[in-house]
């Protein structure tokens, strides 16, 4: 069993940024890859980025493509999402997942936290 939780979430102007964490408890994430979704109000869930447990395979979504980062440090059983030059639409509730297998699916992850809101004033 993997317990994730987010943090760093908040309210920022647009064109800022906010850096975003998910710690695993209960269990090492090395094995497992990651990925943050979001979802704003009256939306869909729609995915944003994952990142392979070596580190070294990256995937983003369009929306989000050379502004956001994902990383993460296995040692610290840590993921992070990187968030830059924020745009009001970027405003949605953000969750981390794990998951056995690089993907773009949500279905497809195991574990989920309870998400952090970001919201991006204009």
């Known amino acids: 069993q993997v317990q994730l939780v987010e943090s760093g979430g908040g309210l920022v102007q647009a064109g800022g940024s906010l850096r975003l964490s998910c710690a695993a408890s209960?269990?090492?994430?090395?094995?497992?890859?990651m990925g943050w979704f979001r979802q704003a109000p009256g939306k869909e869930r729609e995915f944003v980025a994952a990142?392979?447990?070596?580190?070294?395979?990256?995937y983003y979504a369009d929306s989000v493509k050379g502004r956001f980062t994902i990383s993460r440090d296995n040692a610290k059983n840590t993921v992070y999402l990187q968030m830059n030059s924020l745009k009001p639409e970027d405003t949605a509730d953000y969750y981390c997942?794990?998951?056995?297998?690089?993907?773009?699916?949500?279905?497809?992850?195991?574990?989920w936290g309870q998400g952090t809101q970001v919201t991006v004033s204009s």
């Open positions: 997942a794990a998951s056995r297998r690089i993907t773009i699916k949500g279905r497809e992850y195991d574990y």
């Open positions: 209960g269990r090492t994430l090395s094995s497992y890859a």
């Open positions: 990142v392979w447990w070596s580190g070294d395979i990256t």
